[in-house]
């Protein structure tokens, strides 16, 4: 198609802003696009400060489009979302990543965690607690590695209903994830509500860590607030080893990101297994 051009991904990471005929094309192509195989999981490990090594890995989705190469989920999740294809696609994410750490369980000395994001319309359209169920059962995936990230938007609709299925999930015996943490919500009573695990604190803080002292400030309340309520804490958009740093002096029980490395595919992930030595300033 000539609107959604050539071979340039870059045209997806560019423009913020998706024109009609752009929105069109991506909904046409995604509809095929599970079929198709052109759907690939990407792992990003998360790292123990403690120990140093990994403790797992996020789960990110990517579509590789024959034409236009790789579109990011910012651009068809929405789209996803909208159409309702997130259902299944969702479920696909579920299972690959849940079979993945299986295999990574089976090779690997200790336990991995995965942790798999879920769309808040997964979360309330579909029968989301059956799918978790079923797809425990046929991986075989011990539910205590299985984190799932729910962005803090979910937790504005605090009903009845929601705390059901979220107490219905816990009872499976996975564990909860409030991801973005810090950016959408103004009260905090639902972290004593709610059968939360742990809390990833928003890329946008990390970010601002050295260029402003009220950022720091926040971050380590974040913290401490994590450590009262006896809920894991993970930094997320970690990318330099003076960030790294921070967070580990400030006991964060898990970092992520560029600095340790980008979300790579499956084949990747072997040769950061066993890796310690963050703290020596890599070559890269
Ligand atoms: P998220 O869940 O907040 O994921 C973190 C995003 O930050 C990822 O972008 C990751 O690649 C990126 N990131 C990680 N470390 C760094 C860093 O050090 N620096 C910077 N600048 N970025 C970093 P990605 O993979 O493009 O995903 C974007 C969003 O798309 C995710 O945000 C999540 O909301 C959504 N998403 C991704 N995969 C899935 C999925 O399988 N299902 C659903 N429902 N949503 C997904
Ligand atoms: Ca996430
Ligand atoms: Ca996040
Ligand atoms: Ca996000």
């Given at each position: 198609s000539k609107v959604l051009g050539g071979n340039n991904y870059k045209f997806f990471t560019n423009s913020m802003n998706t024109s009609f005929e752009e929105r069109v094309g991506l909904e046409e192509h995604l509809h095929n696009a599970l079929g198709n195989n052109e759907l690939v999981m990407y792992y990003q490990p998360q790292i123990d400060p403690k120990t140093g090594l990994m403790y797992g890995a996020e789960a990110l989705i990517r579509w590789i489009h024959p034409e236009w190469g790789v579109i990011p989920p910012d651009r068809f999740i929405p789209i996803a979302e909208e159409t309702g294809l997130i259902i299944p696609i969702g479920e696909w994410v579920l299972r690959t990543a849940c079979k993945q750490a299986v295999e990574w369980n089976d090779t690997y000395g200790r336990p991995f965690h995965i942790a798999v994001n879920l769309s808040i319309k997964q979360f309330v359209n579909s029968d989301i607690v059956d799918t978790v169920e079923r797809v425990l059962q046929e991986t075989?995936?011990?539910?205590?590695?299985l984190e799932l990230e729910l962005t803090e938007?979910?937790?504005?609709?605090?009903t009845e209903s929601m705390i059901i299925t979220m107490n219905k999930l816990k009872d499976l015996g996975i564990r909860i994830s409030i991801d973005d943490?810090?950016?959408?919500?103004?009260?905090?009573s639902y972290l004593k509500d709610l059968p939360i695990d742990s809390i990833k604190i928003d890329q946008s803080f990390i970010r601002n860590l050295s260029k402003n002292k009220k950022t720091t400030s926040i971050i380590s309340t974040i913290i401490s607030l994590a450590q009262k309520l006896d809920l894991k804490s993970v930094a997320e958009g970690v990318e330099t080893l003076e960030q790294y740093n921070y967070f580990k002096s400030e006991g964060c029980d898990l970092a992520q990101g560029y600095y340790f490395s980008?979300?790579?595919?499956?084949?990747?992930i072997a040769s950061l297994l066993?890796?310690?030595?963050?703290d020596v300033k890599q070559s890269n």
């Open positions: 075989g995936l011990d539910p205590n590695i938007s979910v937790f504005l609709e605090n943490f810090g950016t959408g919500y103004s009260s905090l980008r979300p790579v595919p499956v084949d990747q066993d890796r310690t030595e963050w």
